[in-house]
């Protein structure tokens, strides 16, 4: 009975201290800057500018868009007092 007690114990510490491990792991990463969507938009408009010669109609027309939304989406935040 005693050791019934004592295993159960044991499997009852070993879990807290393996829910705090992760929880301060998780905590981590949320805490870690992300890269912001018009960073990214920017970066994937400067590669694909600098293969622009290879770029289909599609592609292109597609490109177009993006720098129109990264526009519209600067103009809003300047609007709101924000930067992007």
């Known amino acids: 009975m005693i050791a019934v007690v004592l295993m159960l ?5 070993l879990g807290v201290f393996i829910s705090t491990v ?4 998780i905590e981590r990463r949320l805490r870690r800057p992300q890269p912001k969507l018009a960073e990214e938009t920017k970066v994937l408009i400067k590669q694909r ?3 622009i010669e290879n770029l289909t109609q599609d592609d292109f027309d597609d490109l177009m ?4 939304g990264l526009r519209d989406m600067a103009s809003r935040k300047k609007e709101d007092g924000q930067g992007i």
């Open 9 to 13: 114990v044991g499997l009852a510490i």
């Open 22 to 25: 992760g929880a301060t792991i």
């Open 49 to 51: 500018i600098d293969g």
């Open 65 to 68: 868009l993006s720098i129109k």
